[in-house]
């Protein structure tokens, strides 16, 4: 395990990307307790102003420091993102095993409605489920992690058919065990790694899907701050105060930026360590 | 002697650790020559470096490998020569046959395409003339164009034809040195054979010289003039292959005739590679160099006792030589007079995976308590489908398995009566579990209970205790497939069923797992149904032999009488077609025709024989008539309308040669 750790902190991707992404989870967890400013504060003697040192990164027109914005915003794209991956890899998943395990109609069934899902833009089929139920945090949650579930289905049941191939699982069977055990103790583990670069793929679209659909006015609701909607709120003031769309724009490019290069990282890492294995 | 055509001297190859660790030293000081028009086997266990030095040879070393020394082809220095000339070389100079015939070639291009690639560059042929030439070379290794079109794809080929394929590309631009890494290891025994006549044939008619690398020195010592034998990466013994074969030299040498050895080869000091395993031994062999020494008959060793005298053989105690032939293995056999209890009945079972193509075909046998049957055939005979529907890992279509007079397909606790041992030693074992939860899987104890029955059975197998703390990847293949005989034997079954349980693993290693399931053969009332392609294993442990064809039992009966003298045809071809350590035998031998397997799929179609298509003896009445299984005495039974009388222990008239 030490070598998968040394080798990780010898992957640049690895390296910079746990850095932006570390940097935004950091600003996440310190934004529990403490911000420079209270994040929803109006101050409007002191609107639209640039970078000071007071407000490091400027104020908006309502006069709220954007650094503390930034940093709450941080919370909700994580905490939507996050419970989004984790509805439609939960839900995703044992389909997908399910799928792999049962074959025949149960697989036909599976497979096909997640294509039919696959059919519908992401975005557009998000912005009219929050349409649909109303606009707030928790149905961008549900919008998002509900188009997440035929991607980790499927990605689950092409590596467990992969998986299911190899003669331990015969071996397993052979000992008695059935689908269900089969499916929890050996194929799990074995598709693990698929899942985890899966996992960092689905989370730096969920981060910029919550985005724009509160750049839309779809995601959390005012006074809550979140980064899609401080960039809407900059459009009206792009020319005169700049740096209101710099700052929420280079948060949300870093993060996702961030991401992707630690899912490339990983499964560069993780790719022949699966490959030896097997 | 005319100046050598190759000729490697003091080659060292290392490779960089992409860990960071030292670099690892493949190749050690390697010297080999080869003659123009000469054929030099190059044989070694895997991992001794005999790929990696024919790979030097050609300039395609791979990324991270440095090597040192001096190869000279015709006189040139190919180490540290441009990449240009290496191209120019390749193909016209130099070829090579892969072992994978299926990753050797582009999947997405016609066979004559790929043929012809190598005229038009060399030769700067137009396309027409090297579609012609390519139909030429491939109708020379045996595809003519009326049977196999050359606008055929890889995956329409048989693994027999896309190695003839293989080597019709190598052949294409007239090479002077043909270089053949394993050319027939992925390959059945019977098509085997014909890939090394063929290769052999070739090579003599064109006057090309040959480089046949393998890791099975029966096949070397057919076809080679010249035998080298390699060990971690040092050549220790090479010579004519008659004084190699005849009076092996070398401990190592030895040790793959009789092809038992004490443990894996380890890290490698500064003396002899071979010393930690070697039998023999001696002080100065773990600290002093290795010079060459000359033997009387033109051989040279790279041994300390042999250097400067003739070999001193340790009285041949410690080795038996030429383990081989296969009657030598016929020790095994145990009388069957007292069989005992039926423990399986397998009753016409069929397997129809796509109609009207019977992958099992009405296949009827039993199997007595303490038997071991062994079930033969070439690949697509069915005998992995008979073991899965007989460890209910498959349905049959029609049929019966009866085990201890129950269906284990829908009695879920017949299942711990009757365990399995797979093939591929790598694929068998779940790599996230440890060793001892792999092993302990088929049981349903307490913690405690089952790590003791754990070590136990680890202990039965011949591996120490700590290996159930480890990962099945610190484990070699050998070291692998005990394990996966462990998880069979830890329920204590009544029934292994071993599918080519030493098929994947190294000659030497293969000795030592044989020897492990022979030993728990012993076991009062444990069976055994083996399957193999091998009759060199067959003939280890068998009691009972049954020879498939096309899902169907053609003969079957004790393996004394079916392995020394095979009456069905196909067995005969069958055992024919085992390589045996006899230099020049591959000249006077009968060998099956060349007629490929496809010929069998019509019969297969019609009513007759399943045979027929390819048998040399076949009648009229063959190709009509599905023969019955019938006795012929010896207790044996034959599916074979040519065999139908008794023959007490002799070959049937008018059937010459083939038998063992």
Redesign the interface.
Known sequence: MS?VVR?ALRSPAILIGGTLAGATLVATLVSLVWTPWPATAIDIAAKLQGPSAAHLLGTDPFGRDVLSMLMVGARTSVVVALVAVALGAGVGVPLGLAAAAIGGLIDDLISRLADFVFAFPVLLSAVMVTAVLGPGAVNAIIAIGLFNIPVFARVARAGALAIRQ???I????????GEAAIAYQ?IL??IAALLVVQVTIQFALAILAEASLSYLGLGVQPPAPSWGKMLNDAQTYMFLQPWLAVFPGLAIALTVLGINLLGDGLSDLLDPQLR??? | MAAPLLEISDLSVTLEDR?GGAPRRLLDGVDLSVGPGESVGLVGSSGCGKSMTALAAIGLLPPGARATGSIRFAGEQLLGAPERRLCQLRGRGIAMVFQEPMTALNPIQPIGRQVAEGLRRHFGLGRAAAAARAEAVLARVGLPAVEVSPKRYPHQLSGGQRQRVGLAIALAARPALLIADEPTTALDVTIQAQMLDLIADISADDGMALVLISHDLRVVAESCDRIAVMYAGVVVEQGPAAAVVGAPGHPYTRALFGARLASAPEARGAGCPFAPRCPEVMARCWTAGLPWGVVADGREIRCHQKNGDRPRFSSGKTWSVAVFPVPVFLGGQRPLTSRGETLLAVDSLTRVYRPPHAAVDTVSFTLSRGETLAIVGESGSGKSTLA?MI?A?DRPTSGRVRLLGRDPYHD?RL??H???V???P????????RVGR?VG??L?LPKAERAARVAAALAEVGLPADAADRYP?AFSGGQRQRI?IA?ALITRPDLIVADEPVSALDLTVQAQVLALLSALRATAGRSFLVISHDLAVVAQIADTVAVMVHGRIVEYGPAQAVLAAPLHPYSRALAAAVPRLDPGARRCGRRVTATPRSADRTASDAAGCRYAGRCPDAVARCRFEPPARRPVGDGREVACHLVDAPVPGGSPGGSPGGSL
């Open positions: 070598g080798r190899r003669d331990f015969a071996a397993a069977r052979l000992a008695g065990k050996h583990p074995n030896r294995a097997v | 860990a899965r460890v890992l879920r299942r711990r009757v365990q399995m797979f093939q591929d790598y694929g068998s074992l779940d790599p996230r579990w792999i899987e088929p349903d990847h996966a998880r």
